[in-house]
């Protein structure tokens, strides 16, 4: 009566909603192009697999693998014409 009831027991920690390979998908779209945000690949991930993966989710995976998500430009970056103008004038 007692065999094959160890699987039933409470977990620690919940399960895993991603697999292997999606996480592999997961970082290879911010090691690739940097200025990806987390919200950009949950919603790659969900177009490609079908099933939505929250952006805290993809911050965990990207933080297990030391990488960290981009937060979307609040300022847009300086052109080099505008720099070399701006060196112009303060010269």
């Given at each position: 009566?007692?065999?094959?009831?160890?699987?039933?027991?409470?977990?620690s920690?919940?399960?895993?909603?991603?697999t292997?390979?999606?996480?592999r998908?997961?970082?290879?779209?911010?090691a690739?192009?940097?200025?990806?945000?987390?919200?950009?690949?949950?919603?790659?991930?969900?177009?490609v697999?079908?099933?939505?993966?929250?952006?805290?989710?993809?911050?965990r995976r990207?933080?297990?693998n030391g990488?960290f998500a981009?937060g979307?430009?609040?300022?847009?970056?300086?052109?080099q014409?505008?720099r070399?103008?701006r060196?112009?004038?303060?010269d």
């Open positions: 009566m007692q065999e094959g009831t160890t699987d039933r027991r409470g977990r920690h919940p399960s895993q909603c991603t292997s390979r999606v996480d998908q997961i970082v290879r779209m911010p690739t192009d940097r200025s990806v945000t987390s919200r950009t690949v949950a919603k790659h991930i969900g177009s697999t079908h099933f939505s993966v929250s952006t805290r989710t993809i911050r990207l933080q297990h990488l981009r979307s430009l609040l300022v847009l970056p300086l052109t014409n505008y070399r103008l060196c112009q004038w303060c």
